[in-house]
C-alpha cells in the first residue's frame, strides 16, 4: 500500500473507482473527478496553474495497492477564509467498494506524514459532515482535536461542519 502522485498506469483502477462513486453517492457528495485529464489536472492544481478564482495549490495522492487505486487525498497547501469553515487542509476518500477496512485511517496518516515532508505547517485543519461519523472516526484516530461545529450552507442546504485541527 502506498500513497502517490496520480499515474496514468492506475487510470483503469481510478475510472472505476469514479464508477463506483457516481453510482453509489449523490451527486453532491461525488468526490472522483471525470478520469479524462485527472493526471494532468492534478499536475496543475499541484503547481497552482490555471486555478478557478477562490481556490489555493493543492497537491493530490492516491492510494494504490499493487495496481488497484483504493482512495485519493487532496492536501491543500493554505487556507483561504471559506476552507477555513469548510474543507481545510486535507479531504478524503476511499472508493465505495473498499471502505470500512481501515484504508481511510491508513491513507490520512500517510497524508500526514507527506505533510510533515513537504509543507511548512505545523498543523493541519481538517473538516467533516458532523452527521458523517466514519470520517470523524479517521480523524480523531489521527490525533485530530475537534474544535467547535459551524454551519455552513451547500448544494442548497444547511450543514454542520465539524472542524478538527492535527498538530504536526
Wanted: hydrophobic content about 40%; overall charge negative.
Amino acid at each position: 500500500m502506498e500513497l502517490i502522485y496520480p499515474e496514468e498506469k492506475y487510470l483503469a483502477s481510478y475510472a472505476e473507482a469514479y464508477e463506483e462513486d457516481m453510482a453509489t453517492n449523490p451527486i453532491e457528495l461525488q468526490m472522483l473527478q471525470p478520469p479524462e485529464g485527472v493526471v494532468e489536472r492534478a499536475e496543475m492544481e499541484r503547481r497552482g496553474e490555471g486555478l478557478p478564482e477562490g481556490y489555493v495549490p493543492a497537491t493530490t495522492l492516491w492510494l494504490v495497492d499493487s495496481d488497484k487505486f483504493i482512495g485519493r487525498v487532496n492536501i491543500r497547501h493554505w487556507l483561504v477564509p471559506h476552507l477555513e469553515q469548510f474543507g481545510g487542509h486535507i479531504g478524503y476518500m476511499i472508493r465505495p467498494s473498499e471502505q470500512g477496512k481501515g484504508y481511510g485511517r491508513m491513507q490520512l496518516a500517510m497524508a500526514l506524514d507527506w505533510v510533515r515532508k513537504n509543507l511548512d505547517l505545523d498543523r493541519v485543519l481538517v473538516t467533516c459532515d458532523d452527521d458523517n461519523i466514519r470520517s470523524a472516526r479517521v480523524i480523531e484516530a489521527n490525533g485530530g482535536v475537534l474544535e467547535n461545529k459551524v454551519e455552513n450552507f451547500e448544494f442548497g442546504k444547511t450543514v454542520l461542519t465539524r472542524r478538527y485541527w492535527i498538530e504536526l
